[in-house]
């Protein structure tokens, strides 16, 4: 349920709830979860920063084949 909301937050412009987000990007390591989270992030550019500057956070979290995942979507 959170990661369909932090969805719809990132769609939406929400702001108020970019605290919340990168806790679950952070302390969260299954990459079905993540996955839609950084796909969204990443449509837009300010989004695609937000979610790199997280990620940097995140990184040492995740399992090999989601690091795999998201170096591959945010270039790094």
Sequence with gaps: ILTVWLTHCIRNHYTKA???LEEF???TGRRKFLN?????LTKT??????ARIIY??????????????FDK????
């Design 18 to 20: 970019d605290a919340r």
């Design 25 to 27: 990007l952070i302390n």
């Design 36 to 40: 839609p989270l950084y796909n969204e």
């Design 45 to 50: 550019e300010s989004g695609k920063e937000k």
């Design 56 to 69: 940097r956070k995140a990184r040492p979290n995740y399992h090999f084949v989601a690091t795999n995942t």
């Design 73 to 76: 979507l945010l270039n790094n």
